[in-house]
């Protein structure tokens, strides 16, 4: 028998937001399936039998019925758990998914707001930082959840200094009970809410994405600095992805930071520095380029990164003298580690390399970069020479 399976987005879970396909969909189906909330808020329609949301497809397939429909919440496109449970249906059947109202449509049409450009992410039981979607992108959607509840996210926004910014908070959607409120991410951080709730974060002053820092972009003062020739070059041995956790040891003025948060809008980045007077300079540096995913964490590595989750890639660019047992730490916590140190001296350059083929890192590679620079001056262009340094790099094969 030729088998039928329907998975039909259904909005906000309320009868009135179905769509006239969804309706008929409906209509055909032996047996509909959905989780608790939804088997409850759309009983009026039928039968719909609950349950739980890892037993859907299973139940579906066991089903005697030729058409099975399996109701999910929102759009069965946006962040759902329609992509999984195609997967799994269409060994035995045909599939048809049918669209509903995402929540990311529902708020801003109620806020008249256009959500072209939006950029949207899900945090709804997931890991990942809303910080840098903040920082590089004017409005933000976030799906909450979980430990990631909106309260919480508002309250990563204030802790970064991005207290001020506007927020639309969105509870409910569609249900006689929604709850829609704007106001700062300051004040709604002082707020409890439920756990169907969405977020619309609006910047005005966002930072520049992709963009490269110039030395110029920072401000120095009298802590050692990275040169923006060995910091792109070190950023690129890096192989970043866009939600990348990454770690830079020994940050000083955090250049290097601010170059990897610029490659990664989507993850965050820890700036891990001993000196206070460094500390400071990154926290001036992060605020004036808009770097709001860069966090500050004062100490000494490796005991300066407990309680961090765990990096996808690392920069280190001192050590103070415990490289190993950083590098050690670092690779235990993530064995697909990528990382690039960065060496002035002979001395450093030979106990990076001991540590890279002690602690079993693949793909290892020594870069030795000189470069130098000119202004022109009285019709001439004469160049300066940089220090000569040493990048190397190690991480899984690709």
């Known amino acids: 028998m030729s088998r039928l399976f329907y998975i039909i987005g259904v909005g906000s879970g309320q009868a009135s937001d179905l769509t006239g396909e969804a309706l008929q969909a409906l209509a055909g189906c032996g047996l509909l399936l959905s989780t608790g909330r939804l088997a409850e808020s759309l009983a009026g329609l039928g039968e719909v039998q609950s349950c739980p949301a890892g037993q859907l497809a299973a139940t579906a ?3 005697k019925a030729g058409q099975v429909g399996i109701l999910v919440s929102g759009d069965a496109g946006f962040f759902s758990a329609a992509k999984g449970l195609r997967q ?3 060994p035995a059947g045909e599939v048809r998914v049918v669209c509903g109202l995402s929540s990311m449509q529902l708020l801003c049409a109620e806020l008249g707001v256009s959500y072209d450009g939006v950029h949207w992410l899900s945090l709804h039981g997931r890991e990942g930082s809303l910080l ?3 920082s590089y992108h004017p409005k933000v959607f976030a799906l909450t959840g979980g430990t990631q509840n909106a309260q919480a996210l508002c309250r990563s926004l204030e802790t970064a200094g991005l207290g001020g910014v506007q927020v ?3 509870e409910n959607l569609g249900a006689p009970d929604a709850r829609i409120r704007t106001a700062s991410a300051a004040e709604l951080a002082k707020s409890p809410c439920g756990s169907l709730a969405v977020l619309l974060v609006q910047n005005d002053h966002t930072g520049k994405a992709g963009r490269p ?12 600095m990275t040169k923006q020739e060995a910091r792109w070059t070190a950023v690129n041995l890096l192989d970043l992805r866009r939600d990348d956790v990454v770690y830079d040891v020994g940050a000083g003025t955090g250049s290097v930071s601010m170059e990897i948060s610029r490659r990664t809008p989507d993850g965050l980045v820890f700036a891990i520095e001993r000196n206070i007077e460094g ?3 990154i926290e001036r540096n992060r605020r004036a380029l808009g770097c709001w995913n860069v966090q500050v964490v004062e100490g000494e590595a490796p005991a300066a990164l407990d309680g961090l989750p765990a990096p996808n890639a690392a920069f280190i660019g001192g050590s103070g003298g415990a490289l190993y047992d950083t590098l050690s730490l670092l690779k235990a916590r993530n064995p697909q580690l990528r990382v690039v140190i960065s060496a002035v001296s002979l001395e450093t350059l030979h106990d990076a390399q001991t540590a890279l083929d002690r602690l079993g890192f693949e793909q290892t590679r020594i870069l030795q970069l000189t470069s130098a620079r000119g202004t022109k001056a009285d019709g001439k262009l004469p160049l300066q020479m940089n220090n000569p340094i040493y990048l190397l790099s190690g991480g899984p094969k690709r």
């Open 279 to 281: 500390v400071a300079l």
């Open 213 to 224: 820092v110039f030395d110029h972009d920072m401000e120095r003062g009298n802590v050692p």
């Open 132 to 134: 840098g979607a903040v």
């Open 168 to 170: 639309t908070l969105g």
């Open 88 to 90: 799994a249906l269409a």
């Open 61 to 63: 397939l066991q089903a």
